[in-house]
């Protein structure tokens, strides 16, 4: 047996499935356990932490942790966060976002791993626990390694290692009587760091250790100098009974294939949950409950000395169920779950709460496609997803800027984000953003076939041969799996297990991970070995990666489940002067003499990816405004000819799709629907365009007009499609009414080819539209512009002003709502950008969400625009409406 099945074995040793001995009673209505019952408490120090480089301070850990210690030279310390989060926050190292700051900070690899060692302080107040008590430490990550101490105590016996791997510590012994704690932590980095020698992952040497492998670089990022060494995530104080309850887990039974409205029929729960007694003398009896949905469910259990029992309580029926369903295909309804434990049935020892959905997944193979499909409640879901790396490489995260990257995603329409291998797994605030939103997950997990051998690489530093053993601690690669998925489990969300990026983990990794580790922790997802493995895909791949003419995804039938396939996504210049430097806001441009495109030496270390001769069809952009705006009209229509050509073909050619990628957590310029700002750029609404579940598009190279329903419904419908041209008179109008199936894509017959011979001349606008048959309201719009027969669209330039006009202007707090007007007789008002600008500052207000951006407005057309943005803290702000398009710059008020 491998030393995985060991480990995992070990992990088990204790558990007693208690399926002979359970009691079960239902109850309806509240009761009352007893008078004297009382919650556990727990609490974050996530605040006024202290620190000092490591080598400016002699004392050893006992010393330095004692409470009357004063320790001179200490700082403030961000945790959660890194050293360089820290560093900057003192304003000791210039913003490595901007210009090339980022080579003015000094790499781990050039000044030792002693650089970067650091001590965070906390000094915090705690009442002593009483003699029924239990105090608990918990770290929700440090990266790489650390040793810990509380009062003088040493917490644990060697350093623990593990960027991913949640730690506990029993600290009741430690506790000052006179409340006065001090909890000090030194933190190692990633031991080898890797030469960041512009290789995926530098040399690969950094995939040694259980860690974020893009901190060496990648060509989305250059390299993060302290390798994310920190304590990179919350730390928290729990108190409890003598009982400690942990790892509850739901499941969730939806038999039959399911609706999203109307009456449900019933659902099953399988519920469990661990009860761990750390004390070495005392048995425990006990009653462990749970409570949701108006019903309660005991079990009685006995917990001998420094075990842990785990609890399986009898199946448990709902009635009527609130399903949840991913975007686009229903709503998300929650449920919230109590855990308890009772010791004697009378004292709350402690309690979990889980918030959790009731639905299933079933991945079936399709054999068409030759490809795997995803069922969600009975019904097959095609996947429209973005790949994502980490929200910010500094490792600065919070609750709400998950909250509007996730909402960012649904707004794209999109319905699944994949967690790339080569970085974190993500907080369970992104999950719990995921649940809300209806964004199915992709986690994988920590490697990727760059630094772990698939490829050979020149620089690496390694063969081929030693990097698929990585990482060196496969025992640790395997207790991280198992803490990880035992926290991301109860999510609805998540989708698919993956074991890692491009490759698979060695086999005694994925060997005990796939047949030990899930078997006993989650069998209810379908589980990839690696991210274009031939379970997801047969006739496997990805890409491409790079600007393509609009046709070709049209053209070119990629492979049945593409795991990565992207393009550009610069955004506008107020975007890009947020890190360029003045003197270096030229955009490249095409040097006819010596065939070379010429690009800033700042662009290229912000990993521009060229938009080749594409911008210059629009006609030669002079300055960064200029360039920018027509890099948008790039933009959007590379990623809604994507979406578009997927959504053409889904069940016949394929069973999803995933972008490559949806955003950078740096200052890059390739990839990215958003920056690391939060500003969208047009690739959002490209994507959200062609993701649309119901939607009409052109299809370019079969010149026929289509509908794709991503609905469970047949829909009837009225279609029609109309010619302008850049003076805005509509010629060549068609209409025909068509019943378009469920979850299929339809070419609409009798419109074949819905472009005249001076459209195909001169270029011009194709305008398409969906309404109900039945009460002739608006479903879906598109439109689009055509290139003159050279291939050029610089008879857009040369458009007349439109006059649009701002109607209807309403604020609330946090939301703007106006109605745009393009008065008749004039041209079509052109691809109008809508943003917000804080009325102090001239800012523009982010994140802000807009549900009708880049906005197009036929002569005589008129079109509600809703804008949300965060209004904490702005007090009674309002806002200030901008718009900038290609043939209007704002809009007057009218009434």
């Known amino acids: 047996m491998c030393s995985g099945y060991h480990f995992f074995l070990h992990c088990i040793k204790f558990r007693v499935l208690l399926s002979r001995s359970y009691t079960l009673i239902y109850i309806f209505l509240a009761t009352v356990i007893s008078a004297h019952c009382r919650a556990q408490q727990q609490y974050d120090l996530n605040s006024d932490w202290k620190c000092i480089k490591a080598s400016a301070i002699k004392e050893k850990g006992e010393r330095i942790s004692t409470p009357a210690y004063t320790i001179p030279g200490l700082m403030p310390a961000v945790v959660p966060g890194t050293v360089l989060t820290t560093l900057l926050s003192n304003k000791l190292i210039p913003d490595p976002f901007y210009g090339m700051n980022n080579e003015r900070i000094p790499d781990i690899y050039n000044v030792g791993n002693s650089y970067y060692t650091y001590w965070f302080i906390k000094d915090f107040l705690a009442s002593p626990p009483s003699a029924d008590e239990k105090v608990w430490l918990q770290f929700w990550g440090i990266n790489y390694s650390a040793d810990i101490y509380l009062n003088g105590h040493k917490l644990n016996d060697k350093p623990d290692k593990g960027m991913y791997l949640r730690q506990s510590y029993d600290i009741t012994p430690f506790m000052s009587k006179d409340q006065a704690n001090r909890l000090a932590v030194i933190v190692y980095p990633p031991d080898p760091p890797g030469n960041p020698n512009g290789g995926q992952g530098g040399d690969g040497m950094i995939a040694h250790s259980v860690t974020a492998q893009y901190t060496a670089g990648w060509d989305w990022i250059q390299p993060v100098r302290d390798r994310n060494t920190g304590i990179w995530d919350k730390v928290s104080i729990k108190r409890t009974k003598q009982v400690h309850v942990e790892n509850t887990h739901v499941i969730t039974l939806v038999p039959g294939r399911r609706s999203p409205v109307g009456p449900q029929k019933q659902a099953t729960l399988r519920v469990s949950m661990e009860v761990e007694n750390p004390d070495s003398l005392q048995e425990f009896e006990g009653t462990a409950q749970y409570e949701v949905a108006g019903k309660k469910v005991f079990v009685k259990v006995k917990v001998a000395p420094l075990t842990s029992e785990f609890v399986a309580f009898p199946p448990l029926t709902i009635d009527s169920p609130r399903l949840w369903w991913p975007n686009g295909y229903g709503s998300q309804e929650l449920y919230d779950l109590k855990a308890r434990f009772f010791i004697n049935g009378k004292t709350l020892a402690d309690e979990e709460h889980v918030t959790f959905g009731i639905r299933e997944l079933k991945a079936v193979w399709n054999k068409k496609t030759s490809s795997r499909e995803l069922h969600v409640n009975g019904q ?508 209007a710059n704002g809009f007057s008020v009218g009434r």
């Open 380 to 887: 097959k879901i095609f996947l429209k997803g973005g790949n994502r790396i980490l929200s910010d490489a500094l490792l600065r995260f919070s609750e709400e800027r998950y909250d509007a990257e996730v909402r960012y995603h649904r707004d794209m329409n999109l319905n699944l984000i994949r967690v790339w291998g080569g970085g974190i797994t993500e907080r369970p605030e992104f999950y719990d953003a995921c649940d809300k939103y209806g964004l199915l997950v992709m986690q994988d997990f920590w490697v990727s076939g760059d630094c772990n051998g698939r490829w050979y690489d020149p620089l690496k530093r390694e063969d081929t041969n030693a990097r698929r053993a990585y990482p060196d601690d496969h025992v640790l690669f395997l207790e991280s799996l198992d803490d990880q998925v035992r926290m991301l489990r109860n999510h609805p969300s998540l989708a698919f297990w993956c074991g890692g990026n491009e490759i698979r983990p060695p086999a005694d990794i994925l060997i005990p991970f796939r047949d030990s580790i899930l078997h006993e922790l989650d069998s209810t997802r379908f589980f990839f070995e690696y991210s274009n493995d031939d379970s997801m895909s047969l006739q496997s791949g990805d890409g491409p990666y790079t600007i393509q003419r609009d046709n070709y995804f049209w053209e070119h039938r990629s492979f049945p489940f593409n795991s990565e396939i992207g393009s550009v996504g610069i955004g506008d210049d107020e975007s890009l002067m947020r890190f360029l430097p003045l003197e270096n806001l030229k955009p490249p441009y095409y040097d006819a003499a010596t065939r070379k495109w010429v690009v800033d030496s700042v662009w290229r270390y912000h990993k521009f990816a060229g938009y080749d001769s594409v911008i210059e069809a629009y006609g030669h952009a002079d300055n960064l405004h200029d360039f920018a705006q027509k890099a948008q009209l790039v933009n959007y229509n590379q990623y809604r000819a994507l979406m578009e050509s997927f959504s053409a073909h889904m069940w016949d050619w394929y069973t999803g799709v995933i972008i490559w990628k949806t955003q950078n957590p740096w200052t890059a310029m390739v990839g990215q629907m958003y920056d690391v700002y939060l500003d969208p750029n047009a690739c959002l609404d490209g994507v959200r365009e062609g993701a649309k579940p119901l939607h009409i598009m052109y299809d370019p190279v079969h010149r026929s007009v289509i509908v794709a329903n991503n609905g469970f419904k047949s829909v009837s419908l009225r279609i029609t499609s109309s010619l302008f041209d850049a003076k805005g008179i509509e010629r060549n109008r068609r209409a025909i009414y068509n019943n378009v199936s469920a979850t299929k894509a339809v070419a609409v017959p009798g419109f074949s080819n819905p472009l005249d011979s001076q459209a195909r001349r001169e270029g011009g606008f194709l305008y398409l539209s969906l309404a109900d048959s039945a009460s002739d309201s608006l479903l879906d719009e598109n439109l689009y512009w055509l290139p003159d027969a050279k291939g050029s669209y610089t008879w857009l330039e040369k458009m007349e002003t439109a006059k649009l006009r701002g109607r209807d202007i309403r604020f609330d707090s946090g939301i703007v709502e106006l109605t745009l007007e393009n008065p008749a007789g004039g041209p079509v008002a052109f691809f109008n950008h809508i943003t917000l600008a804080d009325p102090k500052t001239g800012d523009r207000l982010l994140p802000y969400f807009c549900d009708n951006n880049y906005i197009s407005l036929l002569p005589g057309q008129r079109k509600r625009v809703r804008i949300e943005y965060e209004a904490g803290g702005r007090g009674d702000l309002e806002p200030i409406p901008t718009l900038e398009g290609w043939n």
